[in-house]
């Protein structure tokens, strides 16, 4: 079954506990990307890749960094959590870009204390 | 101003009615415009892409008015189903890579 799949789905954490979001796909797809979503915001990019070795940063960065070692696997990682980065988090691939259809992840259900 | 908005809701709908959005986007190089339809705490879900000349799909309807910056969507004979949070999605000019999600509008179809 083709998906996008991420790990922990909820995860209650403290402040500065460093901590990794697992993001994976399988439809061997060029571009991946995080997102946040808070309510009244809708989805804010925080990194986006666009192939293996390949990444950028999205409208919000901080506080964030990522990786693309692999053509499947996007983990996102917090350094140094702080409780403004309480959100809701989706992992996307797509076949190349923005002009493709994206295709989410479940999310993941981030708190911070 | 945001980049893209819409109004918020909600829209509460009865069963078999005909409801529309708007939503307007501020990039006027903008080439790529979609709707995606997100389910409670459900990931997002490609509902139709919009096209210049306008697409429809079943009971759904877009339409892209790139004078006046705004596209629609138009849902006929509503379902109880179609109870969800509609997210306009726009390309960031210059960008195949970067998309802009409005913050979405849920609509409530009551029997």
């Known amino acids: 079954e083709a998906q996008v799949t991420q790990n922990p789905r909820y995860l209650i954490t403290v402040t500065g506990k460093k901590l990794t979001v697992t993001c994976s796909q399988n439809m061997n797809h060029e571009y991946m990307s995080w997102y946040r979503q808070d309510p009244g915001l809708g989805l804010r990019q925080i990194y986006y890749?666009?192939?293996?070795?390949?990444?950028d940063k999205g409208d919000v960065p901080e506080g964030y960094k990522v990786s693309r070692k692999e053509k499947r696997n996007f983990p996102l990682i917090l350094e140094s959590p702080s409780p403004n980065q309480t959100s809701l988090y989706f992992c996307?691939?797509?076949?190349?870009?923005?002009?493709?259809?994206?295709?989410f992840g479940p999310g993941t259900r981030l708190t911070v204390t | 101003r945001k980049e893209v908005e819409q109004d918020p809701g909600p829209f509460n709908v009865p069963e078999g009615a005909t409801v529309a959005f708007n939503c307007t986007y501020s990039n006027s190089a903008s080439q790529s415009f979609f709707w995606y339809r997100q389910d409670c705490r459900k990931e997002p879900k490609l509902l139709m892409s919009?096209?210049?000349?306008?697409n429809e799909d079943g009971r759904f309807t877009a339409q892209l008015n790139r004078a006046s910056q705004y596209i629609s969507l138009l849902i006929r004979d509503s379902k109880l189903s179609d109870s969800a949070t509609y997210l306009c999605v726009v390309n960031r000019k210059d960008s195949n890579y970067q998309l802009i999600w409005g913050a979405g509008t849920k609509l409530i179809i009551k029997p």
């Open positions: 890749s666009m192939n293996v070795e390949v990444t």
């Open positions: 996307a691939s797509s076949l190349s870009g923005g002009n493709y259809e994206q295709y």
């Open positions: 919009v096209y210049s000349s306008g």
